[in-house]
């Protein structure tokens, strides 16, 4: 057996909310003007209240709505597959798993956390959702979040990617979406994640009918995307696999690894790592401070590892880990010294996808590589010592959009 299914009942009716199992409670995002705690009438304007409640909530599990259940259901649960070949390979004696989120309709984790935000703007009566994109994953997951909900989506896309990728816009525009470069003032910048954010948020406040949605980040995001790390806590049970020894996962703002790793919190034995580009070393290098969002300094302040919101991120391939800041909740854990975290070049990411792919046949996103590169790393030490490990990595989603990359790389053209 080299691959664990779960049937379509088994798909976890509640999401892991780790807020209230900290020892230490969070510190409040400020307002951007006043630097005192906001308030869930501060975030009203961009958000449903069924977003803001859960971005604070205290209760360990909230329930997953039927309506996102069925939803989720078109691609959950996603399979556990344990990398044989690639263990073969390495010659490890480590066992190495990856839960399969590149089966989503946009083909990365993404929609799980989409799909429950546009449900809750549409019970709350919102018609339309804006947002940002760097790659276009998650301007494609919120897309096809809206069409299920018949729902109007414009997508800030930062324009370096809108310009050289233009294949997600294309799937944003069959779901029925729009797409846009950002930023939308000034045509001759490259823009970033976060000058994208500015101007999604500035759509969403000035208009009654729209809110803002974030595709990673908050802390309602990360919940969003514990279905990852509950499905693989099953899965790896059904392997009869105990507890993995590490969790591993790629880090841009924390959401895919948040989703592997938050279920395995409570469990110290097991490892939880981050891994990001040294390009933009957030974790590794950064401060641990408030911070704004975004370029423009509409957001609230939140208290994370960063670069600093002016940062502009070399426009390396991996554009979903272009990230000024990380999650809170990454950050905390970091902090905290529950979290580790680690940061490759370009060239040791790709290295990795390329003996992945051609072990396990399946072509990574350059995200999901970075995780890659951490887990083949963590096999090699482990045949050093002889150990059989147990690790576990979210393969968080497929390279077939991003094959210029591998074309760079393959021709030598890709700059560390
Ligand atoms: C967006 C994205 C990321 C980075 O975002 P996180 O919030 O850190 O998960 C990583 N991998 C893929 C495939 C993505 O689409």
Redesign the pocket.
Known sequence: MTRWTLPPDRIPSAWYNVLPRFETPMDPPLHPGTRQPIGPDDLAPLFPMGLILQEVSSDPWIDIPGDVLDILRLWRPTPLVRAVRLEQALGTPARIYFKDESVSPAG???PNTAVPQAYYNKVEGITRLTTETGAG??GTALSFACAQFDMDCLVYMVRTSFESKPYRKIMMQTWGAQCVPSPVDDPSHPGSLGSAITDAVRDAVGRDDTHYAL??VLNHVLLHQTVIGLEAREQLELAGERLPDVVIA????????GGVALPFYEDPSVRLVAVEPSSCPTLTEGRFEYDFGDTGGMTPLLPMYTLGHDFIPPTIHAG??RYHGDAPIVSKLVHDGRMEAVAYPQGKVFEAALLFARAEGKIP?P??AHGIRAAIDEALAAKETGEEKVILFNY??HGHLDLQAYDDYLSGRLMD
């Open positions: 990365s984790h993404k994953q998650w595709g990673s790629p880090c841009g703002g924390g959401s895919n690894l979903g880990l996103a995200e999901a968080c989603g």
